[in-house]
């Protein structure tokens, strides 16, 4: 069974830092590329960074290039998104995501997401 399961939400202030973590079981999660999106409340899913499944490269979605940073942990099938000077406009719901694409087509797999609320 398939599971990614987010934490590391919640509530900080303004200019504080979260580290989020995402754990997967039940697929090969060397062979997935690892991405985080996030969801503000009223507003559509966006895709926020992603590290290769092979030589852990990394992209960022402009807006949060400087701020976020996107890793894995191989050994223990565990991505994170390190998150400093947040802001309120980073209040979202953060999702994880597990990709690759085979044959038949794309694969793709979903958290369920954690609640970052940045407000004072």
């Known amino acids: 069974q398939v599971q990614l399961v987010e934490s590391g939400g919640g509530l900080v202030q303004p200019g504080g830092s979260l580290r989020l973590s995402c754990a997967a079981s039940g697929f090969t999660f060397t062979n997935y590329a690892m991405r985080w999106f996030r969801q503000a409340p009223g507003k559509e899913r966006l895709w926020v960074a992603t590290?290769?499944?092979?030589?852990?490269?990394?992209i960022y979605a402009g807006s949060v290039k400087d701020r976020f940073t996107i890793s894995r942990d191989n050994a223990k099938n565990t991505v994170y998104l390190q998150i400093n000077s947040l802001k309120p406009e980073d209040t979202a719901v953060y999702y994880c995501?597990?990709?690759?694409?085979?044959?038949?087509?794309?694969?793709?797999?979903w958290g369920q997401g954690t609640q970052v609320t940045v407000s004072s």
């Open positions: 590290i290769s499944a092979t030589d852990m490269s990394t």
């Open positions: 995501s597990a990709g690759r694409v085979l044959g038949s087509g794309p694969v793709t797999y």
